[in-house]
């Protein structure tokens, strides 16, 4: 199994729909993270979490949520997608010894 | 300006050519990874490094902190070395959030 598990792999859904991105993790890390990839863009930090009673918001936040269910688990949220929300999402984990991606989540928003 | 910036953002090499894609950064840093992402769309960790050279197969990897410069090196390049390569530096103090660069795309021709 994969040390960073996203799901799903690829979602299409509508506008104005809630989507939940799930991310869960096998490596024992506290920090978790939620970015955005976007074409010739560089990845974008959402939302990362130090601990489960610690949530802050990174430099795209507007328009996403996030919940730390557990250690192993941070899911993010869309509570209304549109679609310039439409990228690849990518969840993942960090200690001193680096990070961890897991296989980024396709989402596109119609 | 950008606090990371790749160069290339474009690479084409013949089969066997030795690579090396530059980063350059502006930020104080605590360390700096060099990320593959396959057209799969997963990145996978290459190296985290904060001083000298780390060596792997026929990945080579250096950083001088003095002039906040990192090559990445390829050695005797082969197809399935073809992705985008991406850097990513580690911000000094206790957020160590990762910024990363906008890529660069590699394809190495048979």
């Known amino acids: 199994d994969a040390d960073v598990t996203q799901t799903p792999r690829n979602r299409i859904t509508k506008t104005g729909k809630r989507i939940m991105l799930e991310c869960s993790q096998t490596k024992g890390h506290d920090r978790m993270y939620w970015y955005r990839q976007d074409p010739g863009l560089g990845l974008r930090l959402i939302y990362y979490s130090f601990d489960v009673k610690d949530i802050n918001k990174g430099e795209i936040s507007d328009g996403y949520s996030v919940s730390r269910q557990a250690q192993a688990k941070f899911s993010l949220s869309l509570e209304s997608a549109i679609p310039n929300q439409t990228a690849l999402y990518f969840c993942a984990t960090s200690d001193y010894s680096g990070y961890t991606f897991g296989s980024g989540t396709r989402l596109t928003v119609v | 300006k950008n606090e990371v910036e790749q160069s290339p953002q474009n690479l084409t090499a013949q089969e066997g050519e030795f690579i090396t894609i530059n980063c350059s950064y502006s930020?104080?840093?605590?360390?700096l990874h060099w990320l593959q992402q396959h057209p799969g769309g997963g990145i996978v960790s290459l190296f985290m490094l904060s001083s000298g050279k780390k060596k792997h197969g026929r990945l080579i990897a250096t950083i001088n902190i003095q002039e906040k410069h990192s090559s990445l090196h390829i050695t005797a390049s082969h197809p399935r070395d073809s992705a985008v390569y991406i850097c990513a530096v580690i911000s000094s103090g206790s957020a160590r959030q990762l910024t990363f660069g906008s890529g660069t795309q590699l394809t190495v021709l048979p």
């Open positions: 930020v104080g840093i605590s360390a």
